[in-house]
């Protein structure tokens, strides 16, 4: 990590471990299986164009690299911001395993309409095969939610990631298999 000359290098870190006062852990999970090849699966998912080529304007998606000698994209501390009106989630890629699951941990100061309501925290895909060619996909996005949010935050997950099964299908060309959705 380069510096200014005599300042310190600062690792930032992603958002605490622990809800702070007044806001509970929550997560949200689905699992789904597709009738693809992992490796396929798993190429669509790493690949930048498939969040930043969909998006529904005013929402953006954008992927930056911190080293210049690194091209933006999904690498291990590759940084990346959702956001739009209400959307505010800048975070960086924590862990990579090739091919079988994927973390983006938000950063402090992320949130869904007000950083006093919903903070997203963390973003993984766990990818594994499910037989006959096909793969299975898990997603969990975890989040600080205001207790009474927790319920309305939940359904808004189910709604919106409800989509993201038949999305990939239809990208992939590839028959969807099962869907299981999981809010905690």
Known sequence: MSTSAGAAAVRVEPAPHAAPPGF???????????????????????????????????????????????????HEGGLNIHHGPFLHLPGTLAEIREGSY?????????????PRWI????????????????????????????????????AAQARFWRRFPRWMSRSLRAPLRADRERPT
């Open 24 to 74: 509970r852990a929550h997560a949200y999970e689905t699992v789904f299986e597709i009738g693809a090849p992992r490796a396929r699966v798993w190429d669509w998912l790493e690949d930048p164009h498939t969040f930043t080529d969909s998006q529904v304007w005013p929402y953006r998606v954008e992927f930056v690299s911190a080293d210049p000698e690194v091209p933006a994209g999904f």
């Open 102 to 114: 994927r973390d983006l941990r938000y950063f402090y100061g992320s949130h869904v309409v007000s």
């Open 119 to 154: 903070r997203p925290t963390r973003l993984e895909f766990w990818v594994e095969d499910a037989g006959d060619a096909a793969t299975r996909v898990r997603l969990r996005l975890s989040s600080f939610v205001r207790a009474p949010l927790a319920r309305v935050w939940g």
